[in-house]
């Protein structure tokens, strides 16, 4: 291979690296807790435990259309085959294939995340081009911000603040919002110095927004100057 021809390689694997546009980028649900109370969510639309964390991730078709800009001609296979000639699901219904992108290929895994039926299947390969699209560098930012989230989560930091000093944790109502819970759980705290330093510390684990985060720090430093 000429260096021309490799520059021209590795300039057109830069741009799976470049940001997706905003448009592109979905919005996966992820609840602070397993048992959360379910309700019609405002900010994505979806009906699932609420309060949650809201990732950002790039879907099956934006990154096809990525690869498809930067190598018209790439593709991917299964590691295995089955008896019928079909990609091999391992044990846990996961799918292990090569993506090859400008003649490079890299792994990559995928699964159903809970999915039965065909739509596991396709669950399953479009989770493993993310994956394996992922080791080209694409949307790496959106991963990197996901591994965080989990990481807090195995950890136990998205758990509800101490409530022993302030009024029972408030369970979500129907349709509301992960900003409504975090404005009622400030409501019962305020006043209570305690209550509002357990709720700040719950508060940024979890991601709150910054007028949230402002109205939490405004009320302490009432209390300290009082």
């Known amino acids: 291979m000429s260096d021309e021809l490799k520059q021209e390689r590795i300039e057109a694997l830069k741009r799976l690296r470049e940001p997706f546009e905003p448009g592109a980028i979905g919005k996966l649900p992820k609840p602070y807790r397993k048992d959360s109370q379910k309700g019609n969510c405002q900010e994505c639309g979806g009906y699932h435990g609420l309060p949650a964390m809201h990732l950002d991730f ?11 800009q ?3 001609g790439w593709y991917w296979e299964p590691l295995s085959f089955d008896q019928f000639g079909l990609p091999q699901f391992d044990n846990f219904g996961g799918l292990w294939i090569r993506l090859t992108v400008c003649g490079v290929s890299r792994l990559g895994y995928g699964d159903s995340q809970g999915k039965t039926g065909a739509n596991a299947i396709k669950e399953a390969i479009g989770d493993a081009l993310r994956n394996a699209g992922m080791r080209f560098g694409a949307a790496l930012d959106l991963w990197h911000k996901g591994d965080l989230w989990e990481a807090k989560k195995e950890r136990g930091e998205f758990e509800s603040p101490d409530v022993s000093a302030q009024p029972a944790n408030p369970v979500p109502a129907p349709g509301e919002s992960a900003i409504e819970i975090f404005q009622k759980q400030f409501s019962q705290a305020r006043g209570n110095q305690k209550a509002l330093e357990a709720l700040r510390k719950w508060a940024h684990n979890s991601g709150a927004p910054q007028n949230i985060m402002d109205q939490i720090e405004s009320a302490i430093a009432e209390l300290a100057a009082a």
Request: hydrophobic share 50%; aromatic share 0%.
């Open 58 to 68: 790039v879907g099956h078709a934006a990154l096809t259309d990525r690869l498809l």
């Open 70 to 72: 930067v190598d018209p």
